[in-house]
């Protein structure tokens, strides 16, 4: 084996961890593949014998690549109304095994909502040390901090994101999905009060829209319960989102919108909804092109 497959190699290896640093950090599969490749093409034009330690090195590189970006992100959003939203890894079935390495951990959408509020800076020093254990002195370096410093940003982060009290969707997906199916049966015919029994007194529903209009939040059963309608001539396909329970809605056979649910204790606690088009065609696109 020569060198360059021996880098080859070891970057294949490294790849699933990669990704899932840099999805943590971007909240977009797209970028985050971009910032991995970024960083193989790095690696092949550099002299590997100089690297002490290459998945370090690696991790770096990735790291840097996706700061950049959420800077350069920060600097783009003039419009108040303009939110950058994560991107959702929709399966039509189960996750495989490089998909479980991205969202090991619950990196549901709510986690990513928060993680966008966060600062570059914040966000570097949060991911790579509470999700990947790296040690402040590294991290250090990425952000032009003193190690004192990147703690204290990873602190602040933490408490905006223990401060959010993310819910934990339970584990087991037939449960998920049995509680979901209720909610769907109910909504079909407008049952409230069955609706009711599904949804958690506090479940928030998130619906976002795009670029120009802001995210519509309802709280609390029974206004979320009223919301809940089937779109005439919709129907629905069911997917995994960021690893739980949600579906595909089509009306009158075209995209209509991605909803994601997380249920915590046998009750739906929240709902995302994503009804920008370009994005819902996208995603459908994706979970398509899986069932064929």
Known sequence: MNKSEWLAEHF????????????????????????????????SRSDEEHIANLSGWLTTVVARECLHQLR???????DPLVEYLPDPVVRAGDPDPEQEALL??????ALLVVLERLTPAERLAFVLHDMFDLPFDEIAHLVDRTPTAARKLASRARRRVNGAEIPRPDRDLARQRKVVDAFYA????ADLDALVQVLDPDVVQRTEFGATRPPSVVRGAAAVAKQARA????????????GTV???????????????????????????????????????????GQAE
């Open 12 to 43: 294949e290896r490294e790849r699933p961890r990669l990704r899932a640093v840099a999805y943590r950090m971007l909240g977009s599969v797209a970028e985050a593949d971009d910032a991995v490749q970024d960083a193989w093409l790095r690696l």
């Open 186 to 189: 109910a909504a079909r015919t």
């Open 246 to 288: 949600g579906a595909l809605v089509t009306r009158n056979g075209q995209p209509y919108s991605v909803m994601a649910f997380t249920v915590t204790d046998d009750k739906i606690v929240r709902i995302d909804v994503i009804r920008n088009a370009d994005r819902v065609r996208s995603l459908a696109s994706s979970v398509l």
């Open 104 to 109: 090991a951990d619950a990196v549901g959408l």
């Open 72 to 78: 350069s992100r920060r600097r783009r959003r003039e």
């Open 231 to 242: 779109p005439r001539g919709g129907e629905l396909r069911p997917v995994l989102v960021n």
